[in-house]
Structure formats: structure tokens, C-alpha cells
Nanobody, 128 residues
């Protein structure tokens, strides 16, 4: 069982930056692929970024949605059981509730149904 808690959301102006964190419980954090998804009002939950499981301290392959590529960066610190999403050059269309998710021994699927565990979400609002 893995419990995930997101933090770092808030209000930011267009062009600004935010860093989301997702802290995980448990001793086997490095064995989970971690993903970030987001859901805007009236829309489906969509993939944002993912990082594969890794037996190194912070390694793992990464992948991104086209809409955030070059602006967002996902990273993980296995010693701290934490995954991050650095969001730069933010746009109003990035406004959504952001969720982190965990997939046991995954490689960073873009499919939300691949993930077994989810956090409660954190609101991100980008003003124009």
C-alpha cells in the first residue's frame, strides 16, 4: 500500500513557475513509476509527465505530454520518497487539479488506468 500526498499548488501568473511535490509512504518508493496527471473542470483527467521506477537514487526514464514538453520537468528523489514536477512558463490552460500516481515497477505509462495509487490532488491556477 502506498499513500501519496501532493503539495505546492497555488495561484501563479502566466509565464510564472511552480514546483509540485508528491510525498510517498512506504519503503519501496523506488520500485514505483510515478506519474503526474491533471484534470480541468469538465474535462477528462489527462497525462502530464511520468518517470519510471529506478534502483538508483534519482534515475529513471521520463516522458511528457506534448502540451508541457520543454516547460515541465519531472524528477524524483528516492532517498526522500518524493517526486517533483517543476512547471515553468506556465499558461492559463495549465489550470487544473494536479494528481500524482504510482505504478508498481512501471516504466511511466501515459494511461491513467496503469496506476494503482493516487493522491488527493492539488489545485493549480494560472491567471492571464
Amino acid at each position: 500500500q502506498v499513500q501519496l500526498v501532493e503539495s505546492g499548488g497555488g495561484l501563479v501568473q502566466a509565464g510564472g513557475s511552480l514546483r509540485l511535490s508528491c510525498a510517498a509512504s512506504g519503503r519501496t518508493f523506488n520500485s514505483y513509476a510515478m506519474g503526474w496527471f491533471r484534470q480541468a473542470p469538465g474535462k477528462e483527467r489527462e497525462f502530464v509527465a511520468a518517470i519510471s521506477w529506478s534502483d538508483s537514487w534519482s534515475g529513471g526514464g521520463t516522458s511528457y505530454a506534448d502540451s508541457v514538453k520543454g516547460r515541465f520537468t519531472i524528477s524524483r528523489d528516492n532517498a526522500k520518497n518524493t517526486v517533483y514536477l517543476q512547471m515553468n512558463s506556465m499558461k492559463p490552460e495549465d489550470t487544473a487539479v494536479y494528481y500524482c500516481a504510482a505504478d508498481s515497477y512501471g516504466y511511466g505509462s501515459h494511461n491513467r488506468y496503469a496506476y494503482e495509487y493516487w493522491g488527493q490532488g492539488t489545485q493549480v491556477t494560472v491567471s492571464s
